[in-house]
């Protein structure tokens, strides 16, 4: 066996365990995906994704012999999550062997994992909020409250998608009943910024 032949099975699973984690990010931060994954945090997750897809493989490779191909790296980098997320524990107490209920103690792989997951995404969404808010600001100094509502209209009404835009005129309609005026131009800053493309927005705060 040529040393192709025993790295590419650990690269697909690699590969399908960070696609994984793409589209855990896709849902949810939708159309900021491409800040996300700009993000160190964003390269954190997939690496974490990828990281433990191609552990669970090792594991089915070299601990349970199981016959270990390019199509089982695909279903382990697919299906590592269900394994992950598993009550397998790495570390139990002395004396716990017979016992159902596990002490704070215990260290359980799912846990771990998703304690991991969870800290990235928030990470994530830290970072985006910061920029949003930066975004939001140069918006303001650039549009009124009244400027920023026609913005909103004629974008909103350009939409060809009917459903969206009914949800998008009521949530503009949402906003503009806030009777906090600072609170009230911040969200309409916001929700432009959600409707818009990065390039009108380039263009609309130089």
Do not use: H
């Amino acid at each position: 066996m040529n040393t192709l032949d025993v790295v590419a099975p650990f690269v697909v699973a690699a590969l399908a365990g960070a696609a994984l984690a793409f589209f855990e990010l896709l849902r949810t931060f939708q159309r900021n995906i491409g800040r996300a994954l700009s993000s160190r945090w964003g390269l954190v997750l997939l690496s974490l994704n990828a990281l433990s897809a191609v552990g669970v493989y090792a594991i089915v490779r070299y601990v349970f012999k199981f016959d270990a191909g390019i199509w089982t790296a695909l279903v382990v980098g697919v299906t590592f999550p269900v394994v992950i997320r598993s009550r397998f524990t790495f570390y139990r107490q002395p004396g716990e062997k017979e016992t159902a209920n596990l002490t704070e103690f215990s260290l359980k792989v799912d846990e771990f994992y998703q304690t991991l997951q969870g800290w990235c995404l928030d990470e994530v969404n830290t970072l985006l909020a910061e920029q949003r808010k930066a975004l939001a600001e140069a918006i303001k100094k650039k549009l009124s409250v009244k400027q920023l509502e026609k913005e909103l209209r004629d974008l909103i009404a350009s939409g060809v998608m009917p459903e969206k835009r009914l949800e998008q005129e009521k949530k503009l309609d949402e906003i503009l009943q806030t009777q906090d005026n600072a609170r009230r131009e911040q969200l309409l800053a916001l929700l432009l910024i959600d409707l818009s493309t990065a390039e009108s927005l380039r263009c609309l705060t130089r």
